[in-house]
């Protein structure tokens, strides 16, 4: 562990790169230090997983987006790019970590990788309505199995 994962509406594949975008949360990931200046995050653990969902339903169905009429030349929004600015899309990043760290440090955590996935979806933002949410979850595990041949990769003293 960590683990990002990320849930988002699929239409998004056709507005942004959201490969190169968890390439940019996990890089980001390795940056993070705690108060002793020390990686919070080991690089052979870190993960940041993106799922698009075929299917969703999010909001209103489109009412106040048809009302607004903000984004209707967006021509990715709509069903099937029909330029109806209804097609509200949605990001939900979750990042999972086992406990030890201090709230603080999971703070600044949370603040960067939000930062990065901002300014990653800055140009969908503007041409379309999307919701962004952005969680760190500790775990309180029952039972925690691991088992990796990267770590060792890494871990060259």
Request: aromatic share 8%; hydrophobic share 35%; with cysteine.
């Amino acid at each position: 562990m960590p683990h990002l994962v990320i849930l988002y509406t699929g239409q998004l594949d056709r507005e942004t790169d959201m490969g190169l975008l968890c390439r940019r949360l996990a890089d980001a990931m390795l940056t993070v230090k705690d108060e002793a200046n020390k990686p919070v995050f080991p690089t052979g653990g870190t993960r940041v997983l993106a799922y698009p969902a075929a299917h969703y339903a999010v909001a209103d169905g489109g009412a106040a987006g048809r009302k607004a009429a903000q984004f209707n030349d967006n021509p990715h929004s709509g069903p099937n790019g029909s330029g109806d600015s209804s097609d509200y899309a949605f990001v939900y990043l979750n990042l999972r970590v086992g406990r030890g760290r201090t709230e603080a440090t999971l703070q600044r955590a949370g603040q960067t990788l939000t930062e990065v996935a901002h300014a990653h979806l800055a140009e969908v933002f503007g041409k379309r309505h999307i919701g962004i949410t952005f969680q760190v979850d500790v775990g309180t595990e029952v039972f925690d199995s691991k088992h990796s041949n990267l770590h060792p990769l890494f871990n060259k003293s």
